[in-house]
């Protein structure tokens, strides 16, 4: 079945580029009205999207983000790769990458999830 | 853009039907999602358009939608349904999801 796992830095210095991979399985971001999200959670608040890509490299990013955000996909490795520069301690948050079926409007898989703290 | 609220919290006693609100202008033409989170676990989809379960979710979820509320109802609630639940639409003009801001259910 669909599975996604998120990977990156634990711990990242105010200012730096956060960069997160989320590999998957059992799905092809080469399929028609497949997208790949991104949703963070800073500790005990609400989800928040960030951005998405879709099966055609057409891309959807939250517009109070948008200048810091960067989304990509590599169809042969199964990856989608998010980049968030210039963090700060807000930015502090378990990060998710969660499977968007084909032309439906919500997350059926989710990743388990990568804690991020922004601290110098 | 659409703005979803959730009360942040709502408490029930095992087996007793648990109702949880997810207020917002004109949401019942909108086609509303629920997921379940618990401590330290991603979201889970619970119900999807509405009132629809996905495969392997317990027929005691179900859901409603109508005029300016979508509601998330668990019937015989179960210790291990004490997590939080967030409603989910998807903003059709800027083409990205819309979460509320969450419900902590507590079995008592």
């Known amino acids: 079945h669909i599975t996604l796992k998120e990977s990156g830095p634990a711990l990242v210095k105010p200012t730096q580029t956060l960069t997160l991979t989320c590999t998957f399985s059992?799905?092809?971001?080469?399929?028609?009205?497949?997208?790949v999200g991104w949703i963070r959670q800073p500790p005990g608040k609400a989800l928040e999207w960030l951005a998405l890509i879709y099966w055609n490299d057409e891309k959807r990013y939250n517009t109070s983000l948008q200048s810091r955000l960067t989304i990509t996909k590599d169809t042969s490795k199964n990856q989608v790769v998010l980049s968030l520069t210039n963090v700060g301690p807000v930015d502090t948050a378990t990060y998710y990458c969660?499977?968007?079926?084909?032309?439906?409007?919500?997350?059926?898989?989710w990743g388990q999830g990568a804690l991020v703290t922004v601290s110098s | 853009s659409h703005v979803l609220t959730q009360p942040p919290s709502v408490s029930v006693a095992p087996g007793q039907t648990a109702t949880v609100a997810c207020g917002g202008r004109s949401l019942g033409i909108e086609t509303v999602h629920w997921y379940q989170q618990k401590p330290g676990q991603a979201p889970v989809l619970v119900v999807y358009?509405?009132?629809y379960r996905p495969y392997g979710i317990p027929e005691r979820f179900s859901g409603s939608n109508s005029g300016n509320t979508a509601t998330l109802i668990i019937y015989g609630v179960e210790a291990g349904d004490e997590a939080g639940y967030f409603c989910?639409?998807?903003?059709?003009?800027?083409?990205?999801?819309?979460f509320g801001g969450g419900t902590k259910l507590t079995v008592l």
């Open positions: 989910q639409v998807w903003d059709k003009s800027g083409d990205h999801p819309v």
């Open positions: 358009a509405d009132k």
């Open positions: 059992d799905f092809s971001l080469s399929t028609y009205g497949v997208g």
């Open positions: 969660g499977h968007r079926p084909g032309d439906l409007d919500y997350f059926d898989f």
